[in-house]
C-alpha cells in the first residue's frame, strides 16, 4: 500500500528556535497534501492544504507566517515552524491522497516539543 | 461540510463484532462516508468509504442506510489491537483541495479481553 513517511519522529527544540518537519509520499506522487495538529486528548485539527509548486492554503486561525510549508515536489512536503514556543508543542502529522484513490494516507507523525 | 455525531466512546469483547455508529443527518448527495481510527500517538488508519451501497474490506463492513442519513461500521472480529478511536468523516468525492477532511471527536473503542 502507499506509504507516507515523516522525519524527524520526535524533536525537541527551544523556544525561540525554528524547527523542519518533512513529510515524503514514498511510492507515489502527491499534488495535494495536508498538514494537521494534534493537541493532547483532542481530534486532528486541519492547519493547511500543501499544493506542489503553488502556495499553501491556510486555515483561518493558522499563522501563515509562523507556520512556513514548502513544497517543492511531487514527493515532499515541508513544514517549518518558526520561532517555536512551548504552545506550539503537539503531533503534528501530514497525509496525502494517491493519484485518483479516495483514500487520503497519512504519515506516522512528529511529536514536537518546545522547551 | 457535513456534521457527523459519534458516541464517545463503547466498549467490546475481543473476538466479538464491534458495531460503531455514526449519524450524518445533513448529508448531500455527493458526499462520501469515511471512516479512519487512530490507534494512540500513530496517524490516521483508511479503514472504509462509501457513496450509498454497503461496502466491505478485509478490515471492515461499511452499512449505510438508505436514506444515507446514518451508518454502521463492522468489525467483525475484534481484537485488542483494534483499540483506537475512529472517526466517522463526510466529505465530497474528489482529491483535491476541497476533498480535505475534517475530523470530529470521534468513538474511542476499547477491545477487553
Known amino acids: 500500500g502507499a506509504v507516507v513517511s515523516q522525519h524527524p519522529s520526535r524533536v525537541i527544540c527551544k523556544s525561540g528556535t525554528s524547527v523542519k518537519i518533512e513529510c515524503r509520499s514514498l511510492?507515489?506522487?502527491?499534488?495535494?497534501m495536508f498538514w494537521y495538529r494534534q493537541f493532547p486528548k483532542q481530534s486532528l485539527m486541519l492547519m493547511a492544504t500543501s499544493n506542489e509548486g503553488s502556495k499553501a492554503t491556510y486555515e483561518q486561525g493558522v499563522e501563515k507566517d509562523k507556520f512556513l510549508i514548502n513544497h517543492a515536489s511531487l514527493t515532499l512536503s515541508t513544514l517549518t515552524v518558526t520561532s517555536a514556543h512551548p504552545e506550539d508543542s503537539s503531533f503534528y502529522i501530514c497525509?496525502?491522497?494517491?493519484?485518483?484513490?479516495?483514500?487520503?494516507?497519512f504519515g506516522p507523525g512528529t511529536r514536537l516539543t518546545v522547551t | 461540510d457535513a456534521k457527523t455525531t459519534q458516541p464517545t466512546s463503547m466498549d467490546c469483547a475481543e473476538g466479538r463484532a464491534a458495531n460503531l455508529p455514526c449519524n450524518h443527518s445533513?448529508?448531500?448527495?455527493?458526499?462520501?462516508v469515511y471512516w479512519y481510527r487512530q490507534i494512540h500517538s500513530q496517524g490516521p488508519q483508511y479503514i472504509i468509504h462509501?457513496?450509498?451501497n454497503n461496502e466491505t474490506n478485509e478490515m471492515a463492513s461499511l452499512i449505510i442506510t438508505e436514506d444515507r442519513k446514518s451508518s454502521t461500521l463492522i468489525l467483525p472480529h475484534a481484537t485488542l489491537r483494534d483499540t483506537a478511536v475512529y472517526y466517522c468523516i463526510v466529505r465530497p468525492g474528489g482529491t483535491g483541495t476541497a476533498s480535505k477532511l475534517t475530523f470530529g471527536t470521534g468513538t474511542r473503542l476499547q477491545v477487553t479481553l
Open positions: 511510492d507515489f506522487q502527491a499534488t495535494t
Open positions: 445533513t448529508i448531500s448527495g455527493n458526499e462520501y
Open positions: 462509501g457513496l450509498k
Open positions: 497525509s496525502a491522497y494517491r493519484g485518483s484513490s479516495y483514500e487520503q494516507y
